[in-house]
């Protein structure tokens, strides 16, 4: 599938109707998912035919689109039962039968759970840790790499890369910025002032230098 056509296709995914802020539930849009699941699978062959989880599902566009890309199978965890259920509306919607779904809370997870090295390929687009969460980006990434066997795939605020970088080096794991994005965001809560902000946003890859491909 094209880049072009895999954008097109993933206008369709619903989103939040009411987010909740606590929850950073801001949608992914169509092109930024497109564009980084497009280089997943033509870069570094981390989609087609491998057993991808997707941390922080929300309304399941990055699921959607692994889905699209032929990964074997998919499984999204997220903590809100609404996103989930607006996720099984989408997975419907477009007749999408190799996704299931984990409501938990990731930031209480035992590194060392049933789900260890469990998946080929991460795919998240983490809570920030603006707010009321500061250092839940960091909490997601630990869980991330905790259940990938080949790479994890991220999004993070570039004004954290020089931290995440540290962290990465600490755990012995490999950081390489894909891009840097530009993350629209929309004006999707009562306190936002303006119509939609400009975030500077990092897509990284972070995978594991000892291991045999």
Not at 49 to 57: I, N, P, R, S, T
Not at 165 to 182: C, N, P
Request: with cysteine; proline share 3%; aromatic share 10%.
């Amino acid at each position: 599938m094209k880049l072009k056509e895999l954008e097109s296709r993933l206008q369709g995914v619903d989103h939040f109707e009411e987010p909740k802020i606590l929850l950073e539930q801001y949608p992914t849009s169509p092109h930024i998912a497109a564009h980084m699941l497009y280089t997943i699978q033509s870069h570094y062959d981390d989609i087609e035919d491998k057993l991808v989880g997707d941390l922080g599902c929300g309304c399941g566009m990055l699921s959607v689109g692994a889905a699209m890309l032929g990964c074997g199978a998919c499984i999204g965890f997220d903590i809100d039962s609404y996103a989930l259920d607006v996720c099984l509306r989408n997975f419907e919607e477009f007749e999408i039968n190799n996704i299931d779904l984990v409501q938990c809370d990731i930031t209480g997870f035992n590194t060392n759970t049933r789900w260890h090295k469990t998946f080929d390929t991460v795919i998240m687009n983490p809570p920030f840790g603006t707010k009321h969460n500061k250092g839940i980006d960091m909490v997601f990434l630990e869980q991330a790499l905790s259940m990938a066997q080949t790479a994890v795939y991220s999004l993070h605020k570039t004004a954290t890369r020089e931290h995440i970088q540290k962290k990465s080096y600490d755990w012995g794991v490999k950081m390489e910025v894909i891009a840097e994005l530009r993350y629209n965001l929309p004006a999707t809560y009562k306190f936002h002032k303006h119509k939609s902000v400009d975030i500077q946003v990092d897509f990284v890859r972070f995978s594991f230098p000892n291991k045999k491909r």
